[in-house]
């Protein structure tokens, strides 16, 4: 029993060397995402404290279950953990408001509007600053309106630029999938961005 | 539309969702840094306990082996409970992650739902 105790170390120890490399490779990764995933969370939950959450979920499941993968399967395996958070919430909230339109209180996920919700810029803002935050308001607005599987191949192949692979890995799909859910939603978004005026931000 | 117009839109999209994620306040950017933090801090407290649970499958065989020089020794018993304890064997020595499985149960059962799927499971890791 000694001598398996001395040999778990030892491994243990030679395990930790090698894990350097991995700690800091698996901290650059995620340095590098956790800004966009967290404002791709924000796009689909709409709720500032849940997306925190949830990007923090997808980084402690992804260091716990996958540091040991080659880095290049990470950014799949990472949206697709976050993808999953997502329409966790998303499944809750819907039952939440089915539970709640049962005992007939209001669903405040049917009424919350983007644009109403967004704070007014203030006067003191830059106006590039201001610039942005409207045109990254008409496209959320525009991508809430998508069906599921066209916002997130939009979201992950647009936002997050992942290859055609990745995105079918990501949502759990095929890669001709990727490309009909993909193709459908820019014709769609164009066209909405189009008719209100948008298109000016985006030629 | 034409491809090439496509291409500027999305070319477009992509630099305002670049430029809204410049833009996040130094408030979000802390709290996904002690998100971060806490999720390397994750993995220290599972590389810790490895080499714990390192241990089991040594434990393990060592508990084996007492129980056939004890049970060894005794009359044979039925066929049933010989399997049942060479089942528990298996499960004693196996090094599978338990909670890897669990997730990926979790994502083929929904990768079942879409009616999309055909034969994606194939690519996944």
Not at chain 1, 83 to 101: E, F, K, P, T, W
Not at chain 1, 107 to 127: C, G
Not at chain 1, 160 to 170: I, R, S
Request: one cysteine or more.
């Amino acid at each position: 029993m000694g001598l398996a105790l001395s040999i778990a170390r030892h491994e243990a120890s030679l395990d930790r060397e090698g894990a350097l490399d991995t700690g800091a490779q698996i901290e650059a990764f995620l340095r590098e995402v956790e800004a966009r995933a967290y404002r791709i969370a924000l796009v689909s939950v709409r709720d500032r404290g849940e997306a925190l959450d949830i990007v923090q979920d997808a980084m402690i499941r992804l260091v716990r279950r996958y540091a040991s993968r080659p880095s290049a399967e990470w950014p799949p395996l990472f949206y697709r953990i976050l993808q999953n958070r997502i329409r966790d919430i998303q499944r809750r909230r819907a039952v939440r408001s089915r539970v709640l339109s049962f005992f007939g209180g209001t669903a405040s996920e049917e009424e919350f509007d983007p644009i109403a919700e967004a704070p007014a810029p203030r006067a003191d803002e830059p106006l590039e600053r201001v610039t942005v935050g409207s045109a990254m308001q008409a496209i959320e607005k525009a991508l809430a309106t998508l069906p599921v599987r066209q916002r997130e191949a939009f979201m992950l192949r647009n936002f997050e630029g992942l290859d055609v692979a990745q995105t079918a890995v990501a949502m759990g799909c095929t890669e001709g999938s990727v490309k009909t859910h993909y193709s459908r939603a820019v014709h769609r978004l164009r066209e909405m961005l189009a008719e209100h005026g948008e298109e000016r931000w985006y030629e | 539309m034409s491809d090439e117009t496509n291409s500027g839109f999305e070319r477009g999209t992509k630099r305002v969702f670049d430029a809204s994620v410049a833009a996040l306040d130094a408030a979000t950017r802390s709290q996904l840094t002690q998100a971060r933090h806490r999720a390397l801090g994750a993995r220290e407290k599972v590389r810790d306990g490895a080499w714990r649970w390192s241990l089991v499958p040594a434990g393990a065989l060592a508990a084996a082996l007492a129980l056939w020089l004890t049970v060894g020794q005794q009359p044979a018993p039925p066929d049933a409970m010989q399997s049942a304890a060479l089942g528990d064997l298996e499960i004693l020595l196996g090094d599978e992650d338990l909670e890897m499985l669990d997730e990926e149960l979790e994502f083929y059962g929904w990768l079942e739902d879409q009616p999309e799927f055909a034969g994606a499971s194939d690519n996944v890791g």
